[in-house]
């Protein structure tokens, strides 16, 4: 049974940092482009970060220069940094991990983790 386990989430004050990371039980993890989603209260969940599986990287505006997605195949697992944080991007983090191979699909998702950040 394929899981999708993140953590790292948390309380933070304005200004400050965490790191999110996923472990994920997954066949052939490095074939998976991995994305950083967030669903705030009463608002849809919209895409953070992804790094696909040859290494490139795309960012939300809200985030880009604060945020960075790295990922570790050896390991299995995909991490977000998190810096100079706003009481915006307080949300629940969920990792996803997507394949598709000739009209074939395979798309998982964590729990998520709540992040609030608040003085």
């Known amino acids: 049974q394929v899981q999708l386990v993140e953590s790292g989430g948390g309380l933070v004050q304005p200004g400050g940092s965490l790191r999110l990371s996923c472990g994920a039980s997954?066949?052939?993890?490095?074939?998976?482009?991995m994305t950083w989603y967030r669903q705030a209260p009463g608002r849809q969940r919209e895409v953070v970060a992804s790094?696909?599986?040859?290494?490139?990287?795309n960012y939300a505006d809200s985030v880009t220069g604060r945020f960075i997605i790295s990922r570790d195949n050896a390991k299995n697992t995909v991490s977000l940094q998190m810096n100079s944080l706003k009481p915006e991007d307080t949300a629940v983090y969920y990792c996803?991990?997507?394949?598709?191979?000739?009209?074939?699909?395979?798309?998982?998702w964590g729990q998520g983790t709540q992040v609030t950040v608040s003085s």
């Open positions: 790094m696909s599986r040859d290494g490139g990287t």
């Open positions: 996803n991990a997507l394949r598709t191979l000739f009209g074939s699909k395979w798309d998982y």
């Open positions: 997954l066949y052939n993890f490095a074939l998976y482009t």
